[in-house]
């Protein structure tokens, strides 16, 4: 069933505030159709009692091949929301379908800032704003503050944002064609998710399989949780300066320079799904490199530490976690190192490595690339290699003689 519009939201937003905003936008729109405001064909929102994967296949997945405009209720939680990443990432890839270099992208992807959330990732400036219509104090408080306080403002959004949906709708309606097919909900992309990623999307747009593909988890402070030595720190784990201040280059810059010739960078951050998207990065045969600062870990968190010494203690991932000696005494970081990683401090593994120069951290992730990307591969060439045909004269029938 076609929709005009797909509200898309984090589940943990939900409450009396946010469900009479989807009442009464459906109410407002529907004064300019000829449904009724409890017509589905106004409005998709996932209200199944399904689990969120299973509700994935029955539903959800249809309904963003089905519908016109997407309405986000924008917010900490929604942009934290791994699943709404996926929702967000299909309708965009959608409506970006099919357009010629240059030509303006639809539209049809209509922001509803619900608790304002600073900053909003890239994915979602870019898009449609605000409608003209829109009061002021909508920006600095966000609809759910004004849905509270301020009714008459309140009514005075809905209205401007129904007329912006039903304009699209009527624009957009027969332009805006579904995909050919939509990956496995495992297998689609976070848009949210912040970092690179892209390089490792394939053309129908699900996460490319197999060892090309190096997935890069960087662990460390930010420069507002230690400002000190300026320069050190940056604006999250990616931007660490671990031989700071002899050497400026970035935990990121030593990742890409690795990767540069022969695989496709993707970083993972450690969110919410943190463990899903390690485990499904291993079944897809992706690589995995974590390069963590030891003192700087969140030792806080006795799970997250666990299960980055379960996943990453494999063929196919590595961990490095670089010294500096002009920054802590070797004792001072070996403390730091069984502290924060109590088992991959006592392990001789190839894929543990804890360079102390710069040199030995490119060496490093050269060799534990390498060596991985190896692991995968060679089992496949000598499976090959058992089943192809012997070459003549060494088993089998040989040539009679002449």
């Known amino acids: 069933m076609p929709h005009i519009v797909f509200f898309s939201y984090a589940r943990k937003d939900e409450d009396r505030f946010l469900l009479n905003f989807f009442k009464d936008l459906s109410t407002e729109i529907s004064f300019y159709t000829n449904y009724g ?207 700071f201040p002899s050497e400026p280059d970035t935990a990121m810059d030593y990742a890409t320079n690795a990767v540069r010739k022969q695989f496709k960078f993707r970083e993972i951050r450690v969110t919410e799904d943190f463990r899903g998207e390690l485990e499904r990065a291993r079944n897809r045969k992706n690589l995995s490199i974590l390069i963590g600062d030891p003192k700087a870990l969140p030792l806080d968190s006795f799970e997250a530490v666990r299960l980055i010494e379960q996943l990453l203690l494999c063929e196919t991932c590595a961990v490095l976690l670089p010294y500096h000696e002009r920054v802590a005494k070797i004792d001072e970081q070996d403390r730091a190192v069984k502290e924060a990683f109590p088992v991959i401090s006592q392990v001789q593994s190839s894929n543990v490595h804890r360079p102390r120069t710069p040199a030995e951290l490119q060496t490093a992730l050269d060799v534990v690339l390498r060596e991985m990307s190896k692991a995968v591969t060679q089992p496949e060439i000598d499976s090959r290699d058992k089943t192809a045909p012997p070459p003549p004269g060494i088993s089998g029938v040989t040539a009679p003689r002449s």
């Open 37 to 243: 405001a409890e017509d589905e064909r106004i409005a998709f929102r996932d209200k199944g009692s399904l689990p969120l994967m299973e509700n994935w296949r029955t539903n959800i997945a249809g309904a963003l091949q089905s519908s016109t405009v997407m309405v986000c209720l924008t917010s900490t939680r929604y942009f934290n929301s791994p699943f709404c990443g996926k929702e967000f990432y299909v309708f965009d890839k959608r409506r970006r379908q099919g357009l010629a270099a240059g030509e303006a992208v639809p539209p049809v992807v209509l922001p509803v800032i619900w608790v304002p959330a600073d900053p909003m990732p890239n994915a979602m400036t870019e898009v449609q704003q605000v409608p003209k219509e829109i009061p002021d104090p909508y920006l600095a408080r966000g609809l759910r503050d004004i849905a509270r306080f301020d009714s008459g403002v309140y009514d005075r959004c809905v209205s401007a944002f129904a007329k912006a949906i039903v304009a699209a709708w009527k624009s957009y309606e027969k332009k805006i064609k579904p995909l050919e097919s939509v990956p496995a909900f495992e297998d689609i992309p976070n848009a949210f998710a912040g970092g690179r990623w892209s390089d490792a999307v394939g053309p129908d747009g699900s996460w490319l399989p197999g060892p090309e593909v190096a997935n890069f988890v960087f662990v460390a402070e930010s420069m507002n949780e230690s400002p000190e030595p300026r320069g050190r720190y940056g604006a999250d784990g990616s931007q660490w300066r671990p031989y």
